[in-house]
């Protein structure tokens, strides 16, 4: 089950993904949200939470920012209307929204950064904006008026740090009733503004930069490849002048550049560490005594349950037995069977016996690591 609506998936990555909006009514039917706004207001107070409250509204662009974590009285304090309070990360601060992220299993799991939930007053707004990534908006609670335009003036406002357009005209616009989701796909203008007290949650499908993929590289081929290849040129011709940066060299060093993509330099095992860990906001711990495989096996034999911990990000490459399991930065080498079923959720749960029967030592590092944890039968 996608949240689709008449779309299927691949119409919808054929016409929509990374091209053209789409509005999709009652993508979840019935949607009824698992926290409300006091438990965002609480989260907004904890000092492991990134949030951030917006206030003011649009043509009148009197904004102010301020940044979490919040005093308790601060956010009572807030008035009746023209204000957000924002939380990122949400579902791995409850890990059990994280389900309604599997509706979006037809898109690669690297691709989804985090569910951002936003809480707003009537008239609340985060003024008209446009974001570098594709964003699907769910409308969890209340109405919201969302208005957008694919052609628009990209001069921001000056003088504030919130990511502002200074005008904006829009081209569509929709109410959304909860169920409802809105599909933008990177560098369309967006303005959302609250009709009544609501909540939306967006889930942010944020891809690196060249500039995040080639530091990450090069700290990469530093540290493993002791500075990857250097710059050649067996091929060089006279200089007609010797201070001129001539283009069989700029040539050259695309080339040199290129060739760090390689597969056979390792380029997958360094993109599965890179992806695996990108924007996690904190590393994953393990337990401070670590657990033996005797330990796992006897409390999986009694009804312990492996679930993977939040805040790290499983994927794998490969095939067989030279499958590379990534986890937050960290890589194993395991068979395709185990990867699959260390990242699927159901099958880590369920086959917990026969993982730790088969895979004792990996599965305890993964445990040992922070990737996993065991929880105790109730
Ligand atoms: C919001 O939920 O208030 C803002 C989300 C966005 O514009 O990306
Ligand atoms: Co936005």
New binding site residues.
């Given amino acids: 089950m996608t949240p689709l609506g008449a779309l299927t998936a691949d119409e919808f990555l054929r016409d929509h993904w990374q091209k053209k909006p789409l509005l999709i009514r009652q993508a979840f039917p019935g949607f009824t949200p698992e926290l409300d706004a006091d438990d965002i207001a609480g989260l907004a107070c904890d000092e492991l939470a990134e949030a951030r409250l917006?206030s003011g509204s649009f043509p009148e662009h009197d904004w102010s920012l301020e940044h979490g974590p919040f005093e308790e009285n601060r956010l009572r304090a807030l008035p009746d209307s023209n204000w957000?309070l924002?939380v990122q990360d949400v579902e791995k601060h409850y890990p059990p929204l994280r389900s309604l992220l599997r509706a979006f299993g037809f898109l690669p799991r690297w691709r989804i950064d985090d569910l951002?939930?936003?809480v707003?007053a009537p008239g609340?707004?985060?003024g008209p904006?446009s974001?570098r990534y594709d964003?699907f908006?769910v409308q969890a609670a209340g109405q919201?008026r969302w208005q957008i335009a694919e052609r628009f003036d990209a001069t921001l406002l000056q003088k504030t740090e919130l990511n502002v357009l200074k005008s904006f005209e829009p081209e569509q616009e929709w109410t959304l009733n909860p169920g409802d989701m809105l599909y933008?796909p990177p560098d369309v203008a967006?303005?959302?503004v609250?009709l009544d007290a609501g909540m939306?949650w967006?889930i942010?499908m944020r891809a690196p930069s060249t500039a995040d993929l080639l530091q990450a590289c090069g700290e990469w081929l530093a540290t493993e490849h002791d500075e990857g290849p250097r710059y050649t040129d067996p091929d060089l011709a006279p200089a007609a002048n010797s201070a001129e940066l001539d283009p069989g060299s700029l040539k050259r060093f695309a080339g040199l550049a290129a060739a760090a993509s390689r597969a056979e330099s390792g380029f997958s095992e360094f993109l599965g560490l890179f992806l695996s860990r990108y924007r996690l906001a904190h590393e994953p711990v393990g337990p401070d005594i670590p657990l033996s495989r005797k330990a796992l096996a006897r409390a999986v034999m009694q009804g312990s349950t492996l679930r993977q911990n939040p805040w790290t990000r499983l994927i794998w490459s490969g095939a067989g037995d030279n499958t590379r399991l990534y986890a937050a930065g960290s890589s194993y080498l395991c068979s395709i069977e185990f990867a699959r079923a260390v990242c699927d959720v159901d099958a880590l749960a369920r086959e917990g016996q026969e993982l730790a029967a088969a895979n004792g030592d990996l599965l305890c590092s993964l445990v040992n690591d922070g990737h996993l944890y065991l929880e105790a039968d109730e």
């Fill in positions: 917006v957000t924002l951002m939930v936003s707003a609340g707004s985060v904006h974001d964003v908006l919201r933008l967006h303005h959302g609250a939306t967006s942010g």
